[in-house]
């Protein structure tokens, strides 16, 4: 199956910066989702990064916040602007794979903000 | 509302015991339900299942889905300290899936 990358894996950042996340897929896929878990939660989606088109964002989310590139089938990052203490979480993107309808994870980032 | 409900939240058991994990659903679109184990950041995929693969065994795992009552149950036999772990379940409404709540498993030698 693909292998998928992230990168920072951690980051302690200071409040009203921001920090652009990399995700990185070995093969080309369709769809690739961007989630965030907080302290103590499940994951929440932030949105579907759409390749060529603009991210799909969910409910509490939107785009100034979490703006989002997916400039080919391989490749996207999510942006978390002007971050604050409450930002402070595990980044997670994923992919669905090629067999059936998986869904599978790259290895995150762990968020700090300060 | 779409919502994915596990339980328990929490449970601690001894090596050597069986447990049984538990997911419901309400979507309105029901595609397909996946198990996860998420140990530290990334969440590891375990199963998928569907309306023509309903049940799933690897090993000392093995999971259930049942359409009719909209929940599936997740099975570990002979529980090892290495299982401890939050599980999670997801299920797919149209293009994407939501998440439960987790069921946080801690096993003890």
């Known amino acids: 199956s693909a292998v998928i990358s992230q990168k920072p894996s951690r980051d302690i950042c200071q409040r009203g910066t921001s920090l652009t996340i990399q995700c990185q897929v070995d093969?080309?896929?369709?769809?690739m989702f961007w989630y965030r878990q907080q302290p103590g939660q499940s994951l929440t989606l932030i949105a579907t990064?759409?390749?060529?088109?603009?991210?799909?964002?969910e409910s509490g989310f939107v785009i100034d916040k979490f703006p989002i590139s997916r400039p080919n089938l391989t490749f996207s990052t999510l942006t978390v602007s002007n971050m604050s203490p409450e930002d402070s979480s595990i980044y997670l993107c994923?992919?669905?794979?090629?067999?059936?309808?998986?869904?599978?994870f790259g290895p995150g980032t762990r968020l700090l903000v300060l | 509302e779409d919502k994915v409900v596990q339980s328990p939240l929490s449970l601690v058991v001894h090596e050597g015991d069986t447990v049984t994990l538990n997911c419901s659903y309400e979507?309105?679109?029901?595609?397909?339900l996946l198990w996860y184990k998420q140990e530290k950041k990334a969440p590891t995929f375990l199963f998928m299942l569907?309306?023509?693969?309903i049940e799933k065994k690897s090993g000392r795992l093995s999971s259930i889905l049942d359409k009719k009552e909209l929940s599936s149950i997740l099975n570990i036999t002979a529980t090892q300290t290495g299982d401890s772990a939050i599980y999670l379940c997801?299920?797919?409404?149209?293009?994407?899936?939501?998440f439960g709540t987790g069921t946080r498993l801690k096993v003890l030698a």
């Open positions: 994923s992919f669905r794979g090629t067999e059936g309808l998986a869904q599978y």
């Open positions: 093969s080309q896929v369709t769809m």
């Open positions: 990064a759409n390749q060529g088109s603009e991210a799909t964002y």
């Open positions: 979507v309105t679109n029901f595609r397909s």
């Open positions: 569907t309306s023509s693969g």
């Open positions: 997801a299920v797919e409404e149209s293009y994407k899936y939501i």
